[in-house]
């Protein structure tokens, strides 16, 4: 039941700093919460043995044994069913849905159910669940496996929705969520997991700012670039591009979508007076519609221009051959940055 | 000894043919849980009373013709695969070893009837006519999907597990309120096959589906292909049972067949059809096969299952007991084996060809076809990122 990796990788360093890619800062925050507590049980399609298909789960089962990591039967309905069951009975299931799309036959137990039943047991039943999801696309995959479907999570009612963009928040975040009394959906940037110009040196002895908080990731004063998830690097990328042309940019990752914190939001967006939203999700009625309405409500006298979107469109997600033109790139925001100071 | 009569019946009753459970006791299959075997891995026919009657007209020519399809579509597979790896395409999946039930099956429907295919039916959209470049934008990830579902009878490949499952039975329901089951006119009689593997049947969409078709009596053969692997799980993660037990507590009749033997998948098949189009209401065949190959290109298999079980299923090749058969019992020689031979080789020349010339899809494509009815809303969409795309090419930016 020790976690013999991480000890020897203690043994080997003194430091509790270590460089780490997205993907195994998750890997390590997993690791970490199922030694801190036996409840924590992994559950989910191919996280056994082949480690997941993305290798989040990687040497878990092998440390923590068949019934704590579980290879689940192919269904997601029944992963997350049971997993509302598990939780009743006192584990702390964090499951894996394998890729954003597979999501929705698991819809119907999230919405009904994990939602719900703390409402409904008037806080007698608690559901402290992690449904981990891989979102986004950027990885020429078929149909299904690039997907943005937060903002469906973040409509529903008692449920917690987060995000991660680097290795630091991957590390803290997943142990944060996993600690959290209330069910967490946690989306991962899947395109950047093994991104090693993402790796990032992770301090596992400092303490993590609190899981339901914004932060401010560059300061800027033209205007404000509001993202989450794999669309903060897009965003950091055209600040850095503006900052050569002289435009300063202000980047904020959201890394809560439900509930949101906006107060750094507001603030930033008090001082720049222009606020571009960026997501990989369709606009309609998404996150970043949210954004701009609590915008325009609580600054309305300080914007010099509309909230401006940079997201997906309104369509399915297309073959990927396509994907360049539907996701959000550096162009792309540059260009709104351009139509929000021309204004 | 031909097929039997049809007995002729009012449409929409029930046929007075032998009952789906009279002829599973007769195979004993329901309890037994070896797969049915026409042609023994070393190349013997075995003979079968109930079903050799549904390969009657199962001749030298035929069994040739089935050999050409299952070495074409294991070429077509292979050079899918090295197109992959040569940076081609963005994914492929398999289906190196599931020849013989693909064919077994395709070959079973007539142009009247309808598949749903799930990901992996290469051979089944080979046997109802697609044209095997049609496949490719789907793994070079330029479109969805792109043949005339309605005149091939093959609908769209269906990723998310399952799901085409509950598809195939509103189809099929569909079908016999049509009174296209049960006529004593064979040929204005359809049924529906649908495709999914042993990793399918723990979703709700495929339980859901053995409910629909068994209550609402609707023609659907269930067509599982056992392959063994449901990319790292076993199907013993899955099932506590054989598949085809499955059937039993819904009411209908499930049978294991060799899924390796062409012979053996056809005749099941063509039972499972005629059963169907009687009005007798669904049959599930599990297809026992194996997953020669990884899940997709993006899988390990080494990771999971060790290499002498893929060497014990070598032995059991769809394809080398069929040439086996053929060689031994004099009915082909070497000229039709080198003829079948240099038209997989003709035939991956042209995937490859065709490959390296589809065209990229225009940017107007992502917008086209997510309404069939107008939709101003997006066309402004559209409109809106086509003029910023343009002012690019005005400024000389590409």
Redesign the interface.
């Known amino acids: 039941m020790a976690a013999p990796v991480i000890s020897r990788a203690a043994e080997q360093s003194p430091s509790a700093t270590q460089k780490l890619t997205i993907g195994k800062a998750l890997n390590l925050g997993l690791r970490t919460a199922m030694e801190n507590d036996p409840k924590v049980i992994v559950m989910g ?2 996280v ?4 997941g ?1 993305f290798r989040i789960t990687d040497g878990l089962q092998k440390d923590f044994g068949e019934h704590r990591v579980l ?5 997601e ?2 992963i997350i069913g049971t997993a509302v069951g598990l939780a009743i009975r006192g584990y702390r299931p964090v499951c894996e849905i394998q890729f954003d ?2 999501i ?2 698991g819809f119907d137990q999230i919405v009904s159910q994990v939602a719900k039943v703390h409402f409904r047991s008037e806080g007698r039943l608690r559901m402290p669940m992690v449904i981990r999801v891989p979102f986004g696309g950027g990885i ?5 496996h690039s997907e943005s479907p937060e903002s469906y999570f973040a409509h529903t009612a008692g449920l917690r929705v987060v995000s991660c963009s680097n290795a630091v928040d991957a590390y803290w975040m997943l142990q944060q969520a996993i600690q959290c009394e209330d069910p967490v959906l946690f989306f991962e940037p899947k395109r950047y997991y093994h991104s090693g110009a993402l790796r990032a040196e992770v301090d596992t002895a400092v303490t993590p700012a609190p899981l339901f908080s914004s932060q401010v990731l560059r300061t800027g004063n033209s205007a404000t670039l509001v993202a989450y998830g794999p669309s903060v690097k897009v965003c950091l990328d055209a600040a850095a591009a503006a900052d050569e042309d002289g435009t300063s940019l202000e980047v904020i990752d959201l890394r809560t979508l439900s509930p949101l914190d906006l107060g750094p939001v507001f603030e930033s967006v008090r001082k720049t007076g222009r606020l571009i939203a960026v997501s990989e999700a369709p606009a309609n009625s998404s996150l970043t519609s949210e954004i701009a309405m609590r915008v325009q409500q609580e600054c309305f006298y300080s914007l010099e221009a509309p909230v401006l979107r940079v997201t997906g ?4 997600y ?5 994907e360049e ?2 996701l959000p790139d550096l ?2 925001v540059l ?1 709104a940055v351009d139509r929000a100071l021309a204004w | 000894m031909p097929p039997p009569e049809p007995t002729p019946m009012v449409p929409g009753s029930r046929t007075a043919a032998p009952s789906p459970h009279q002829v599973i006791e007769g195979l004993k299959a329901t309890d037994d849980p070896r797969a049915l075997e026409l042609l023994t891995p070393e190349g013997e026919r075995v003979a079968h009373p109930e079903f050799d009657p549904y390969l009657s007209d199962i001749g030298p020519e035929e069994l040739k013709g089935f050999y050409r399809d299952m070495v074409l579509v294991r070429r077509y597979d292979r050079e899918g695969n090295a197109l992959q790896r040569q940076g081609q395409l ?2 492929w999946v398999p289906l190196l070893g599931q020849e013989a039930a693909q064919i077994g099956a395709g070959r079973a429907l007539t142009p009247k009837d309808m598949a749903f295919p799930s ?1 992996r039916e290469h051979g089944v959209a080979w046997c109802r006519g697609v044209d095997l470049k049609d496949l490719l ?8 999907s792109s043949w005339d579902y309605q005149e091939k009878r093959f609908t769209p490949y269906t ?4 799901n085409q499952v509950l598809n195939a039975a509103g189809y099929a329901m569909g079908q016999r309120f049509d009174g296209k089951v049960g006529n004593t006119d064979e040929a204005e009689n359809e049924a529906t096959m649908v495709f999914f593997g042993d ?2 049947t ?4 495929v339980h859901e589906g053995f409910v629909w078709a068994s209550v609402y009596d609707a023609p659907l053969v269930f067509f599982c292909q056992n392959n063994q692997w ?4 076993p199907t013993e ?2 099932s506590r049972l054989p598949l085809y037990n499955r059937a039993r507590g819904y009411g209908f009749p499930g049978v294991r067949v060799d899924g390796n033997d062409v012979l053996a998948c056809l005749a099941v098949s063509r039972w499972a059809l005629e059963q169907c189009r009687a009005g007798n209401g669904p049959v599930l065949i599990e297809a026992f096969t194996y997953r020669m190959d990884a899940h997709t290109t ?2 390990d298999p080494t ?2 299952r060790l290499s002498d079980e893929l060497e014990t299923w070598k032995l059991k090749d769809p394809i080398e007991r069929v040439r086996v058969h053929l060689a031994r019992n004099g009915l082909a020689d070497n000229e039709f084996f080198d003829s079948v031979q240099a038209e997989s080789d003709a035939l991956a020349e042209q995937i490859r060809e065709h490959c390296f010339a589809m065209p ?2 225009g ?1 107007e ?3 086209a076809n ?1 309404y069939h009815d107008p939709h101003p ?2 066309d402004a ?2 409109d809106e ?1 086509l003029d ?1 795309l343009a002012g ?1 090419e005005e400024e000389g930016v590409h």
């Open positions: 399609e191919d056994g043995k082949l480690g298909v290879d689940t039967p192919l269904a309905s029944g799309g597979f929705f036959p020429g995959a078929v149909e299904h469109f309104d369509t399915p297309p073959p990927t051959k396509l033109h539907f162009d792309r260009h | 963005g994914i990901y934008g789907i793994f070079r990830c330029s479109d969805h990723i998310v597990i399952g990793g399918a723990s979703q709700g969409d449901a990319i790292s799980e993660r899955q993006t899988d990771r999971y990229q899809p940017p494509r992502v917008f997510v809303v997006l969409q559209r990122y910023y690019f």
